[in-house]
């Protein structure tokens, strides 16, 4: 499975990324909190309503996107 990084995040309205902020990583919007936290924590056991509380300015709408957007994105590159 690809990793985050690996996913073209460009279709994804709960991201955005500026190469003048955190190192041009793809953010949640309006934030400075990488995507690739979001699979971190998850993958450490965090749930999403943990991820939520950790992570002030990310909603859980947003990381729901993200999710769903990586799931769409890695039903593609595997088919």
Same mark, same amino acid.
């Given at each position: ?26 953010? #949640? ?9 979001? #699979?971190?924590? %998850? ?7 943990? #991820?939520?509380? %950790? #992570? ?10 993200? %999710? ?9 590159? %595997?088919?």
């Amino acid at each position: 499975m690809p990793t985050p990084s690996h996913l073209d995040w460009a279709d994804c309205p709960a991201v955005e990324q500026d190469p003048q902020r955190v190192s041009g990583a793809w953010v #949640f919007r309006g934030t400075r909190i990488p995507v690739a936290a979001l #699979f971190e924590n %998850l993958e450490d056991g965090v749930s999403l309503v943990e #991820f939520v509380e %950790l #992570f002030p300015g990310v909603s859980a709408a947003q990381a729901r996107q993200v %999710l769903e957007h990586a799931a769409r994105s890695t039903a593609v590159v %595997l088919a």
